[in-house]
């Protein structure tokens, strides 16, 4: 098994959420709420917790605590955040809106 699934975990949702929020300004499957990169990423992570739980055949918090999974939101959400402000930034710049 992984020695520190927790670190793992933390690693993965922040490359994730950093990634989706590179997508976020261009809304590649439109402007619906449901639709937005932020909201697909938290799905993308249930999916992903579900499938764990299935192929392992016990809950995720087993093998992952509870506080662990909240921060690992956490660290997720910011890094959509900076990938999100990343993404506008560097389309500014690149337009010439900001110098």
Not at 18 to 30: E, H, I, M, V
Not at 31 to 50: G, M, S
């Amino acid at each position: 098994m992984i020695r520190h699934p927790a670190r793992l975990w933390y690693g993965l949702m922040a490359a994730g959420g950093f990634a989706f929020g590179l997508l976020g300004d261009k809304r590649p499957l439109g402007t619906d709420v449901l639709a937005h990169p932020l909201a697909i990423f938290f799905a993308v992570v249930a999916a992903a917790l579900l499938i764990l739980r299935i192929a392992l055949q016990r809950p995720a918090p087993e093998l992952i605590p509870e506080r662990a999974l909240v921060i690992g939101c956490l660290v997720g959400g910011a890094a959509f955040l900076l990938g999100n402000w990343i993404a506008a930034t560097g389309i500014a710049r690149l337009t010439g809106i900001v110098s």
